[in-house]
């Protein structure tokens, strides 16, 4: 009897332990790394909206939508910035991220994503934004075209997780968004993993591109790890094939204009089965390759990103 409650004992202050290193790290990450933006009150949820650039009726708008594991902070290194200088720009934080509510305790579907981010561009203002997404923020993009046509002028999707795969779930994604197992190793993470760690998976997201200088100061890996950001991401990752495969079959719907790029090097998200599957969906998508490009080409292609949102914009009529 002892025995047991001495571990007890032992097996309560390793818990709290761990939950106040877990915590501490949390603490940091969001001190180090505060909102950009402004919280809004969407349909009884925070969500985290960063604007920039110039306001007017004649101005036209846009929406980027981060992917996986991200925040606003990737959208806004540098994409945003530069758009910012003829675009109204809206940059928001996927549910569960950054500094957006989790809306899901089972993760958010593609759909109640377009939902409250559809739901926060009207309330900051915009009308009918091209919408762009990369990664899985290109499927929460998707979702917006088909479930919220009347909100859109256009798409382009950088990357986008658009079809369905072969390839299983990740045993990381397994255990994350396990019931049990989840909830017991992802404050593991959040207490013992350090920035580095995360900043050395990002380098091999890019390959073979190279990370720009100053993005890893400037995403805040920190806030990655933070235990209700893993467990949101993780949800959403397990949740994403079956949401595909109910999504796609809907991509003929879409009738506006479709601009997609891919990196045709990018070992995350597969170009064939992804971006030339959503050309031959979508009457009049305009998909183009970028040789030798790996999956994070907001970064490595800028401004191949920015002229295809050009070209949305001009064949939705919102430019000249």
Known sequence: MRLALSLAAVLVVVILAVWLKAR????????TYPPEGQLLSVNGYQVHAV????????VPEVVLIHGSSGSTRDMTFKLAPALAERYRVFVFDR??????????????????????LSAAALQLGAQKPVVVGHSYGGAVALAWAVHHPDQISGLVALAAASH??????????????????????????????GEERVA????????????????????????????????????HRRNLLAEIEALSPRYPEIDMPVEILHGDQDFAVGYDIHSTRLKNAIDGADLR????????????????????????AARAGLTP
């Open 200 to 235: 050395q998976e990002l380098e091999g997201i890019f390959l073979p591109d190279q990370e720009p200088e100053g993005y890893i100061a400037h995403f805040g890996p920190d806030l990655t790890l933070r235990r209700s950001s893993m467990r949101a991401n993780a949800l």
């Open 95 to 116: 549910p569960g991220l950054g500094y957006t509510d989790p809306i899901s305790s089972t993760g958010a579907s593609l759909a109640a994503q377009a939902d409250l």
């Open 24 to 31: 501490a790290h949390e603490t940091r990450a969001e001190a």
């Open 51 to 58: 604007v920039m650039g110039p306001d007017g009726e004649d």
């Open 289 to 312: 390759p970028l040789e030798g490009h790996g999956h994070m080409i907001q970064h490595a292609a800028p401004e191949a990103v920015i002229d295809a949102i050009d070209r949305a």
């Open 164 to 193: 369905p795969w072969d390839t299983g779930l990740t045993t990381y994604y397994k255990i994350l968004s396990h019931p049990v197992i989840g909830p017991i190793v992802i404050p593991l993470i959040t207490a013992f993993v």
